[in-house]
């Protein structure tokens, strides 16, 4: 094992290597500076909407409608046969 370090240790090795860790860290510069855009433009588009959707709420006002009762069978049919039981 010996023989094979030696052997390693006078292997040049190539430039490529040397600037390796250079062109990592400038990609992950790059990277962060991509997310810190990307976190300012999602909270940009969300002030946004959330302006647009206040004023074209207040913007167009509707009147105000009590709401119906709430049945989940579907509106109460005449002939249903609880209704033909309800003495009235």
Known sequence: MDD???IL???DTA???DA???HILAALAV???EARANRRLMALVALFSLGTGVIA???FPQPAVAA???NPF???SALAPSTLLETR
């Open 4 to 6: 094979e370090l030696r």
């Open 9 to 11: 240790n006078r292997i």
């Open 15 to 17: 430039a490529a290597l």
């Open 20 to 22: 390796l860790d250079d």
């Open 31 to 33: 990277r962060r500076a």
């Open 57 to 59: 709420g207040s913007a």
């Open 68 to 70: 119906s009762p709430l």
């Open 74 to 76: 579907g509106p109460a």
